[in-house]
């Protein structure tokens, strides 16, 4: 669908694009992560044609260029913060910017679908930051796009928007919507992402399913006893990879071949257990872990 | 583009300021016409006629303004970016807006004109007719009619040199002051030039020169003051006026697009 081939991106004589490569799938959620500076914006505003670059970008095999913007009628998207006309209602913004024969039916949809309709009458200029966030990226969906990019699109939004808008993205996903998403909420991505794109100092690090990213990440077992230290005494000297957090001892999932006999080593020693479970590190230690 | 004009159109008469204005110049040409009732000395019914009842000194304040707060109120809105992130070029974007425009000053014109005939009718019915020859040797409807025009054409090339400063500057107040500025500095001192042009003939190419063409063309002699035929001062007009568009054109491009 999207093809993003050897994007480069100079401001003056600074580079702060390096040969970027990725692809986003019909119906795929591509999470665009990265610290700040790194250029996901950047990446964002060259797919969607107003920042210049050398390379090749394609939606649908249609090149995109700040002169060739063909192939963004198909495209919805949300970039650094909503736009918005603060003497118009929210409702005016949607039917504005509504393309096609059932425009009405379009704004009422989305008005419903991203729970606009308590303020969707009211002027934009009485919006909080969380309404602006969610009449921005209901702006972005009104015209039911192929392809939706969001640049942080959790702005500002309460938890009930933001798993509202997280069931949206899923339910959109699944009638074939794909969606380029960057966030610093990276447990939210993490839940709707189907592959991801980590990009650092403008450096394409990685692009990958979120599952072979998640995939290099170590599980470890974490014990709760009335005695961490001796336990985590004991099982070094038998050779489990171990370190004592807080109130547990954390035990490298990797060095564990038997747990009966690691549970055996501990009751042994009359130490009582109170917890015991397994822990995933998750996608924010595997961007630490990648970047770093 | 059709999409774009409407869109634009949709915004425009959806700011509150436009309806204002609308109902200011309907009072404001209506005031006119009651002063000269009270005050019969001041002005002379023919004359408030021959000028819309002052109708396009009013509009030239407003298309500048609207001309000069396009873009920066669309940059405070944050809303021009996701104007330009569309299937539509960053050209057609700006032109849209300029057509728009263009459009909002026929409609206020047109609706000066009839504004006009109808106090003339309401006000003046018994003062004159509409066939009533003026210096110009025309009827006084005729007279009327070129005077809008060349008023017109004026706001026009004013307007070209006001955009191509929208499009300079994220403030729209350099713009404004220009604008109005230049509208009264060519009243004023139209004299001043027209004594510069004769003494240097190449002046006659001043861009300034070239509002003076809507004038010309309801006044032929204007020519022995502007050194320019009609044809000449039509191309200078129209070259100029393109030269600001395209210019605009260009530095928005480059200011929105890197």
């Known amino acids: 669908m999207l093809k993003v081939n050897n994007l480069d991106k100079w401001f003056g004589k600074k580079q702060v694009l390096h040969q970027i490569s990725f692809e986003i799938k019909p119906g795929r959620v591509v999470g665009l992560i ?259 | 583009m059709f999409t774009l004009l409407k869109q634009e159109t949709y915004k425009l008469l959806k700011r509150p300021s436009f309806i204002v204005f609308w109902l200011f110049l309907i009072v404001f040409q209506l005031a006119m016409a009651i002063f000269e009732k009270v005050y019969p000395q001041t002005f002379q019914p023919e004359n408030l006629f021959l000028n819309d009842f002052y109708a396009p000194v009013v509009i030239v304040f407003y298309i500048i303004a609207v001309g000069s707060t396009q873009l920066s109120s669309e940059n405070q809105y944050g809303t021009l970016k996701a104007l330009l992130y569309r299937q539509y070029s960053s050209s057609k974007v700006l032109v849209s807006k300029w057509l728009t425009l263009l459009g909002c000053a026929l409609c206020l014109y047109s609706s000066s004109l009839v504004m006009t005939l109808l106090l003339k009718v309401i006000f003046f019915q018994n003062k004159f007719g509409l066939n009533l020859q003026v210096s110009t040797h025309q009827p006084i409807w005729q007279a009327m009619l070129m005077n809008t025009v060349s008023e017109f054409l004026t706001l026009l090339f004013l307007a070209a040199f006001v955009l191509l400063l929208a499009t300079l500057f994220d403030n729209s107040t350099p713009a404004i002051i220009v604008g109005i500025s230049a509208y009264f500095v060519v009243s004023v001192f139209n004299q001043l030039m027209f004594m510069l042009i004769d003494q240097h003939d190449w002046l006659k190419w001043n861009p300034v020169n070239m509002l003076n063409f809507g004038a010309q063309l309801n006044s032929p002699k204007l020519s022995s003051l502007t050194h320019l035929g009609i044809n000449q001062i039509m191309i200078g007009y129209i070259a100029y006026g393109s030269i600001f568009l395209i210019l605009g054109l260009v530095v928005f491009r480059r200011r929105n697009l890197r």
């Open chain 1, 34 to 292: 990265g610290a700040n500076g790194a250029g996901k914006t950047t990446i964002m505003k060259t797919i969607l044609g107003i920042s210049s670059f050398t390379g090749d970008i394609r939606l649908n095999d249609q090149k995109i260029t700040i002169d060739s913007h063909d192939a963004l009628k198909d495209v919805g998207a949300l970039i650094e913060y909503p736009g918005l006309y603060p003497y118009l209602t929210g409702r005016e913004q949607l039917y504005l910017f509504t393309r096609g024969n059932d425009r009405r039916a379009k704004v009422d949809k989305v008005i419903e679908e991203m729970h606009l309709t308590t303020y969707a009458d009211a002027k934009a200029k009485h919006y909080s930051l969380g309404m602006k966030q969610k009449l921005g990226i209901a702006l972005a969906l009104v015209n039911k796009p192929s392809l939706v990019i969001l640049d942080e699109p959790m702005n500002g939004l309460d938890p009930k928007a933001t798993r509202e808008l997280r069931e949206l993205i899923l339910q959109k996903k699944a009638e074939g919507t794909s969606f380029l998403i960057s966030s610093h909420i990276l447990s939210e991505l993490q839940k709707v992402a189907d592959d991801v794109v980590i990009i650092n100092h403008g450096h394409l690090v990685t692009s990958n399913t979120m599952s072979a990213v998640l995939a290099r990440n170590e599980s470890y077992l974490l014990l709760q006893t009335d005695q961490n230290n001796k336990v985590a005494q004991l099982l070094q000297q038998r050779g489990y990879q171990v370190a004592v957090e807080e109130d547990s001892v954390k035990v490298a999932r990797d060095s564990i071949q038997d747990m009966t006999a690691l549970l055996h080593a501990v009751l042994d020693q009359n130490i009582a257990i109170h917890d015991i479970h397994e822990q995933q590190d998750d996608l924010e230690n595997s961007l630490l872990g990648i970047i770093e």
